[in-house]
């Protein structure tokens, strides 16, 4: 069964940092795309991040290029997203999905999400 | 800025059939954008329901189907029944690694 757990989310202030974890199983990880996506409080999901399986290509919404870094261990089966600089609208449960990428674009399976809450 | 467009909200009685689309702000839905569709209930993850247009997600049952219908995406609720009430989101794949969330549908079952 695929698993996927986040974790690292919390309260930072603004101009701060947070590193989220996702940690996999039920599949084989190094074979696959990883991606970030977020949800403001009662609004709508955003595509935030996804890192492709040997970690060489990754792709950021234009939004958040430069505040956010996604990164990877494959012999740890986890995906990271480092948050830096962050603003109070990066509030939001932050889901890691696993990515179908080339020949088909989509996200199959989700984990639960992480809050992050950006306040001071 | 691409905007992908959903209508806010939208009701269906029990057992009817209900239509959402996803459409773009500028141009037309194809399947060269992938467009995929989730469901939510509040506080839980999003479930795949459908990708590539009209690929089911495993564990899906068939009374959901997807299509392109005219300019826009779209996701069919055959026999909607009283757990369909979610909160429904497409994605479409604009290339080069850029994938955009619409504003998502409330669905409403009564």
């Known amino acids: 069964e695929v698993q996927l757990l986040e974790s690292g989310g919390g309260l930072a202030q603004p101009g701060g940092s947070l590193r989220l974890s996702c940690a996999a199983s039920?599949?084989?990880?190094?074979?696959?795309?990883m991606s970030w996506v977020r949800q403001a409080p009662g609004k709508g999901l955003e595509w935030v991040s996804l890192?492709?399986?040997?970690?060489?290509?990754?792709y950021y919404a234009d939004s958040l290029k430069g505040r956010f870094t996604i990164s990877r261990d494959n012999s740890k089966n986890t995906v990271y997203l480092h948050m830096n600089s962050l603003r109070d609208e990066d509030t939001a449960v932050y889901f890691c999905a696993r990515g179908r990428w080339q020949p088909l674009y989509y996200f199959d399976y989700w984990g639960q999400g992480a809050l992050v809450t950006v306040s001071s | 800025q691409t905007v992908v467009t959903q209508e806010p909200s939208f009701s269906v009685s029990p057992g009817g059939t209900v239509t959402l689309t996803c459409g773009l702000s500028s141009g037309s839905v194809s399947s060269s954008y992938y467009p995929s569709w989730y469901q939510q209930t509040p506080g839980q993850a999003p479930r795949t329901l459908m990708y590539?247009?009209?690929s089911r997600s495993s564990g899906v049952p068939d009374r959901f189907s997807g299509s392109i219908l005219g300019n826009k995406a779209a996701l069919t609720i055959t026999g909607a029944q009283a757990d369909d009430e979610s909160d429904y989101y497409c994605v479409l794949y604009l290339g080069g690694g850029i994938w955009v969330f619409g504003g998502g549908t409330k669905l409403t079952v009564l």
């Open positions: 039920g599949f084989t990880f190094s074979n696959h795309a």
């Open positions: 890192i492709g399986a040997r970690g060489a290509t990754i």
């Open positions: 590539n247009t009209n």
